[in-house]
């Protein structure tokens, strides 16, 4: 039997445990729901029918993680702020990994061509992380640069104002579009996601989506991109997240619209053009389970590079 790693994917709504061989073959486990004041239950939860093969176990979590043993900070579930779930000690390890870390390592992975990247998990938050020659730049937390200085701006999860993620991260999104459906007396189809709703509404050239799109998506999103790209000069972004990948299809004009207000804003409008998109599309986000698997067999045998 092949060795796998148990990797454990906290999401907002509960944890998610799946299996990867060294192979790569993502294996369904079970999923459970967040308890109202408990992290040593997680704990207890990644342990569940545990193969003999198992080498590790990671977990995967939103926010600031340090020394791939503690959660400093998770801006989703605060459950986890402070938690020690690393644990090297046991008859199993345990690290902790941030989640765009897993994302951006699984990339890597499955577009090995790609050796200077940045990778993107639009959401229902923003996922950033910088993968060159073999490593992550750093544990940034790009979906928290500043795009709206202003006092008016939306506060953002973090609890600042003008976050990239508190604009064109999908739960920002759907509070939004939610609260301007309702002010202009319509209904959202419920068998439609608002963000879906809005794409529909924009390809229907409905004055509030065109608007949004126009003259708070597309630039803020120039924004973003272009800082970071006047800043580091990149080849290429791989997207993933399922509201990034949809609204990209089902607006195909929403990746000019991007690049040409990146240009607006960038000493070399030439800098946007070398910049080439790639879309990740992967069932279940089996990447960022291989992607935290990696990881977590770097560290068991000690080759992955420290964060600068």
Same mark, same amino acid.
């Given at each position: 039997?092949?060795?796998?790693?148990?990797?454990?994917?906290?999401?907002?709504?509960?944890? %998610?445990?799946?299996?990867?061989?060294?192979?790569?073959?993502?294996?369904?486990?079970?999923?459970?729901?967040?308890?109202?004041?408990?992290?040593?239950?997680?704990?207890?939860?990644?342990?569940?029918?545990?193969?003999?093969?198992?080498?590790?176990?990671?977990?995967?979590?939103?926010?600031?993680?340090?020394?791939?043993? @503690?959660?400093?900070?998770?801006?989703?579930?605060?459950?986890?702020?402070? #938690?020690?779930?690393?644990?090297?000690?046991?008859?199993?390890?345990?690290?902790?990994?941030?989640?765009?870390?897993?994302?951006?390592?699984?990339?890597?992975?499955?577009?090995?061509?790609?050796?200077?990247?940045?990778?993107?998990? %639009?959401?229902?938050?923003?996922?950033? %992380?910088?993968?060159?020659?073999?490593?992550?730049?750093?544990?940034?937390?790009?979906?928290?640069?500043?795009?709206?200085?202003?006092?008016?701006?939306?506060?953002?999860?973090?609890?600042?104002?003008?976050?990239?993620? #508190?604009?064109?991260?999908?739960?920002?999104?759907?509070?939004?579009?939610?609260?301007?459906?309702?002010?202009?007396? #319509?209904?959202?189809?419920?068998?439609?996601?608002?963000?879906?709703?809005?794409?529909?509404?924009?390809?229907?050239?409905?004055?509030?989506?065109?608007?949004?799109?126009?003259?708070?998506?597309?630039?803020?999103?120039?924004?973003?991109?272009?800082?970071?790209?006047?800043?580091?000069?990149?080849?290429?972004?791989?997207?993933?997240?399922?509201?990034?990948?949809?609204?990209?299809?089902?607006?195909?004009?929403? +990746?000019?619209?991007?690049?040409?207000?990146?240009?607006?804003?960038?000493?070399?409008?030439?800098?946007?053009?070398?910049?080439?998109?790639?879309?990740?599309?992967?069932?279940?986000?089996?990447?960022?389970?291989?992607?935290?698997?990696?990881?977590?067999?770097?560290?068991?045998?000690? @080759?992955?590079?420290?964060? +600068?």
């Amino acid at each position: 039997m092949s060795r796998v790693i148990r990797v454990i994917e906290c999401g907002g709504q509960g944890p %998610r445990a799946k299996d990867v061989d060294c192979q790569n073959k993502v294996i369904d486990a079970f999923e459970g729901r967040w308890p109202d004041n408990d992290t040593e239950w997680l704990k207890t939860f990644g342990r569940q029918g545990l193969s003999p093969e198992t080498e590790a176990i990671i977990y995967s979590v939103a926010g600031m993680v340090k020394d791939h043993s @503690t959660v400093v900070k998770c801006p989703n579930i605060h459950l986890l702020d402070g #938690a020690q779930l690393g644990n090297q000690d046991g008859d199993i390890p345990s690290f902790v990994c941030n989640d765009m870390e897993s994302s951006v390592t699984g990339m890597h992975v499955l577009f090995p061509e790609l050796d200077y990247f940045m990778g993107i998990t %639009r959401s229902s938050g923003i996922g950033v %992380r910088i993968w060159k020659n073999g490593e992550i730049l750093s544990d940034s937390e790009g979906g928290h640069m500043c795009v709206d200085p202003s006092r008016s701006a939306p506060v953002c999860g973090c609890e600042r104002r003008g976050c990239a993620e #508190a604009i064109f991260g999908g739960e920002a999104m759907t509070r939004f579009i939610v609260k301007k459906i309702e002010a202009l007396g #319509a209904k959202i189809p419920k068998d439609i996601h608002p963000c879906g709703w809005l794409d529909i509404c924009y390809n229907k050239k409905e004055p509030w989506a065109t608007n949004y799109y126009e003259e708070v998506l597309a630039p803020a999103m120039g924004i973003f991109l272009a800082n970071i790209q006047a800043l580091l000069r990149l080849p290429a972004i791989v997207w993933k997240g399922k509201l990034g990948l949809r609204s990209f299809k089902d607006v195909p004009q929403l +990746e000019s619209m991007v690049r040409e207000e990146m240009k607006k804003r960038i000493i070399n409008p030439a800098w946007v053009d070398e910049l080439k998109f790639y879309f990740l599309e992967c069932p279940k986000d089996h990447d960022a389970y291989i992607g935290a698997a990696e990881v977590a067999r770097n560290l068991l045998y000690n @080759t992955l590079p420290e964060a +600068e």
